[in-house]
């Protein structure tokens, strides 16, 4: 048998996809593990995992470390532009989201940073890192760069909930636009271990400096995306939307 025949791995991802299309297999299930699923196929594990890594490149399954492949949900449709907080946002497309606060300090901000965010040498920063779940699944690693004047004590605050709410009702500060990057990148270190997958994983970073009513630069954010769990969708018509939502 030809360890990767087209054929064959044409004919595994076309039999899981029309189980996952007919919601025999739905979102969040687990599917048999690889030796089964290859005594299913009558297949090779080789012929087997180049059929499911092209399913996991179109977002139709997922992978954890150490726990198997599981039936994807759709992916998260992110309009960067669209000015309104990361739970409404969710909510709005009628999915479940938590956020868990990982960490937080007080940081020199690296060189890279420095730049980013216009800052001098030696300039401090908040650094909160989050981890975002949809549909109880951790899909976002996100840290948060803020500058400590404008944000006295904030450190002390519930940040599971929104930052965005958070900046206007106790500092008066509200975003006016937003700087994006948006990039494919590998999982490494933190990002991986938070993510639950494989060092050199692709993921999707969405890197955003954001200013306040003013013009001044205020914070930045990294987000770290599994790549099967967004869609960018951009329509530049929700410009208009700004003022009327002023949230992100």
């Not at 179109?58 to 039936?71: A, D, K, Q, T």
């Not at 960067?80 to 497309?93: A, D, E, G, I, S």
């Not at 479940?96 to 401090?124: D, G, H, Y």
């Not at 709410?165 to 509200?174: A, S, T, V």
Request: aromatic share 8%; hydrophobic share 35%; net charge neutral.
């Amino acid at each position: 048998m030809n360890d990767r025949s087209p054929t064959q791995i044409t004919h595994i991802r076309q039999s899981l996809e029309s189980q996952i299309e007919s919601g025999l297999l739905s979102p969040g299930m687990k599917l048999p593990s690889e030796r089964e699923l290859s005594e299913l196929f009558s297949t090779t594990r080789i012929t087997l995992k180049d059929a499911l890594l092209a399913l996991e490149a179109e977002g139709r399954i997922y992978r954890e470390e150490r726990r198997g492949w599981f039936v994807a949900h759709p992916r998260l449709v992110y309009n960067p532009l669209y000015r309104t907080y990361f739970q409404k946002m969710v909510t709005r497309q009628r999915r479940q989201v938590e956020t868990k606060v990982v960490a937080t300090s007080q940081i020199m901000a690296s060189p890279a940073l420095c730049k980013e965010m216009e800052l001098s040498a030696l300039s401090r920063l908040y650094q909160i890192c989050r981890l975002r779940y949809l549909d109880g699944r951790a899909v976002s690693y996100v840290e948060h760069f803020l500058k400590p004047e404008r944000f006295p004590n904030i450190l002390e605050r519930d940040l599971s909930q929104s930052l965005t709410l958070m900046y206007e009702k106790h500092y008066d500060i509200h975003f006016s636009r937003s700087r994006f990057d948006i990039y494919p990148s590998a999982a490494r270190g933190e990002v991986a271990q938070r993510l639950s997958v494989t060092a050199g994983s692709p993921i999707l970073v969405i890197a955003r400096v954001n200013y306040d009513q003013h013009g001044a630069l205020i914070d930045c954010d990294h987000e770290y995306w599994r790549h099967d769990a967004v869609r960018i969708s951009v329509d530049s018509q929700m410009e208009q939307l700004w003022g009327e939502e002023g949230e992100v």
